[in-house]
């Protein structure tokens, strides 16, 4: 199998990126690590015209505090971001989430903001970055956006990127001695999540019930108003739109969702 | 487009499409045919190479994003003719393949993850083998194969 004929371009900094993509139109796709954009090329479910290669751009693979948050540039690979000092003192729920995409070989080479450009719901990044209050920081032709990621994705494989924006950097609040808990169930290791669970304090974001990534709101209400841990799982499933397909039924889905979230809620605060 | 890549250390120039995957770059082009194309998903591990000396699936790595670097196949690892790496050694003693179509990608994980931590329990073999799949020998004797190499070569 391999990609229908395009152009490969590389860019050496943020703005030639974007020069490059504005110069190709609006079907020109970004190239960082490549683990999901190139099976879906070689699959033909995409057929870019033009790709400009992000892989080389230095100045966004950088992990780094600032102003009480921790700004990681959007090609940290999954393992740099699971591997980070900085990451597992200040926000453990990220590495240790990045540490269990995939496989070794998909670490080294799938980043940070290619997981969540790509938008897929089955992804673990995106809930995390639902669950840690992350702020996207984009380049494009107009300018620089900050973007919360609870505004972020708007629907199956699709996000509020306008064609040729480039994501760089995810901003993360520094999380504080909350609780935190991620949990994945998957038949085999390297398989997407049939669903999981991102809990970071009072936010519990879910992965696979729904076309984007979504918060778990009725857990969240539960919780605020005082539930314990299992009557507040019992509402994992309210508000969810899981998909059906031959890992699962969604009654089977929103059933894991119920007893991933209690399995959860139940890790995060004994990590208190 | 022009691409050179090191593999194994020699330089290997060519004027490709575009599109060429690593994998293809390197049994085609580099004529090094060890490394396997197996299920073209980046899900079975058989084409499991070391890029700049880590692990990636050449399946997924365009030869376009490995230009200016160094790729280190199966052949690459003994360090001369009629000598075997020390997993490659440890593959045989402990009888760690049937068909062998995924030996070639299962030794490169191996050497990725030996590369990483020189001594792995058990349970991180297994974790660290996660995206290699074998269907021959249920992956005991792989894991003990990796355990005996980490031993060999001075780890615990």
Same mark, same amino acid.
């Given at each position: 199998m391999i990609p229908a004929p395009f152009t490969y371009r590389r860019a050496a900094t943020v703005d030639e990126a974007v020069t490059l993509a504005a110069r190709g139109g609006e079907d020109v796709k970004f190239l960082a690590g /490549?683990?999901?954009l190139l099976p879906l090329m070689k699959l033909r479910l995409v057929v870019p015209p033009e790709l400009v290669d992000i892989g080389g751009i230095g100045e966004l693979s950088h992990i780094s505090e600032a102003d009480g948050h921790v700004r990681v540039g959007a090609l940290a690979t999954h393992d740099q971001v699971a591997g980070s000092a900085l990451l597992r003192r200040e926000l453990p729920l990220l590495a240790h989430a990045a540490g269990r995409v995939g496989d070794p070989q998909v670490r080294h080479r799938g980043t940070i903001g290619g997981s969540l450009a790509h938008a897929?719901?089955?992804?673990?990044?995106p809930a995390v970055a639902l669950a840690l209050g992350a702020t996207l920081v984009t380049r494009g032709p107009s300018g620089t956006r900050e973007i919360a990621a609870g505004d972020f994705f708007t629907g199956l494989f699709e996000?509020?990127?306008?064609? /040729?924006e480039l994501l760089a950097e995810i901003r993360f609040p520094k999380a504080g001695p909350s609780g935190w808990s991620f949990q994945k169930f998957t038949k085999?290791?390297?398989?997407?999540?049939?669903v999981g669970v991102a809990v970071a304090g009072d936010r519990v974001a879910l992965v696979n019930m729904g076309p984007t990534p979504l918060r778990a709101r009725a857990v969240e209400d539960a919780l605020a108003s005082g539930a314990a841990p299992d009557e507040a799982a019992a509402r994992a499933a309210e508000g969810t739109s899981a998909p059906e397909d031959l890992n699962g039924s969604r009654a089977y889905r929103e059933h894991l969702a119920r007893v991933l979230v209690g399995r959860a809620l139940g890790e995060a605060r004994s990590r208190r | 487009m022009k691409v050179a890549i090191s593999v194994n250390g020699s330089q290997v120039g060519a004027d490709v499409e575009d599109r060429t995957l690593l994998v293809h770059f390197i049994r085609?082009?580099?004529?090094?045919?060890?490394t396997n194309t197996g299920c073209d998903t980046s899900s079975c591990g058989a084409c499991t190479v070391l890029l700049d000396g880590r692990s990636v699936k050449s399946c997924t790595v365009l030869a376009a994003q490995a230009d200016g670097h160094e790729v280190t196949t199966v052949e690459g690892l003994a360090p001369g003719p009629d000598q075997m790496h020390p997993v490659q050694r440890a593959f045989r003693a402990e009888h760690?393949?049937?068909?062998?179509?995924c030996t070639p990608g299962m030794v490169m994980a191996a050497v990725s993850l030996l590369a990483e931590n020189p001594s792995p329990t058990e349970e991180e073999i297994r974790s660290a083998l996660e995206g290699n799949l074998c269907r021959c020998t249920g992956y005991h004797n792989i894991v003990r194969a990796v355990l005996a190499a980490a031993s060999e070569r001075g780890g615990s």
């Amino acid at each position: 199998m391999i990609p229908a004929p395009f152009t490969y371009r590389r860019a050496a900094t943020v703005d030639e990126a974007v020069t490059l993509a504005a110069r190709g139109g609006e079907d020109v796709k970004f190239l960082a690590g /490549g683990h999901s954009l190139l099976p879906l090329m070689k699959l033909r479910l995409v057929v870019p015209p033009e790709l400009v290669d992000i892989g080389g751009i230095g100045e966004l693979s950088h992990i780094s505090e600032a102003d009480g948050h921790v700004r990681v540039g959007a090609l940290a690979t999954h393992d740099q971001v699971a591997g980070s000092a900085l990451l597992r003192r200040e926000l453990p729920l990220l590495a240790h989430a990045a540490g269990r995409v995939g496989d070794p070989q998909v670490r080294h080479r799938g980043t940070i903001g290619g997981s969540l450009a790509h938008a897929d719901p089955a992804a673990d990044l995106p809930a995390v970055a639902l669950a840690l209050g992350a702020t996207l920081v984009t380049r494009g032709p107009s300018g620089t956006r900050e973007i919360a990621a609870g505004d972020f994705f708007t629907g199956l494989f699709e996000t509020v990127l306008e064609p /040729g924006e480039l994501l760089a950097e995810i901003r993360f609040p520094k999380a504080g001695p909350s609780g935190w808990s991620f949990q994945k169930f998957t038949k085999r290791g390297i398989d997407w999540a049939i669903v999981g669970v991102a809990v970071a304090g009072d936010r519990v974001a879910l992965v696979n019930m729904g076309p984007t990534p979504l918060r778990a709101r009725a857990v969240e209400d539960a919780l605020a108003s005082g539930a314990a841990p299992d009557e507040a799982a019992a509402r994992a499933a309210e508000g969810t739109s899981a998909p059906e397909d031959l890992n699962g039924s969604r009654a089977y889905r929103e059933h894991l969702a119920r007893v991933l979230v209690g399995r959860a809620l139940g890790e995060a605060r004994s990590r208190r | 487009m022009k691409v050179a890549i090191s593999v194994n250390g020699s330089q290997v120039g060519a004027d490709v499409e575009d599109r060429t995957l690593l994998v293809h770059f390197i049994r085609d082009v580099a004529g090094l045919t060890a490394t396997n194309t197996g299920c073209d998903t980046s899900s079975c591990g058989a084409c499991t190479v070391l890029l700049d000396g880590r692990s990636v699936k050449s399946c997924t790595v365009l030869a376009a994003q490995a230009d200016g670097h160094e790729v280190t196949t199966v052949e690459g690892l003994a360090p001369g003719p009629d000598q075997m790496h020390p997993v490659q050694r440890a593959f045989r003693a402990e009888h760690a393949l049937q068909c062998g179509f995924c030996t070639p990608g299962m030794v490169m994980a191996a050497v990725s993850l030996l590369a990483e931590n020189p001594s792995p329990t058990e349970e991180e073999i297994r974790s660290a083998l996660e995206g290699n799949l074998c269907r021959c020998t249920g992956y005991h004797n792989i894991v003990r194969a990796v355990l005996a190499a980490a031993s060999e070569r001075g780890g615990s």
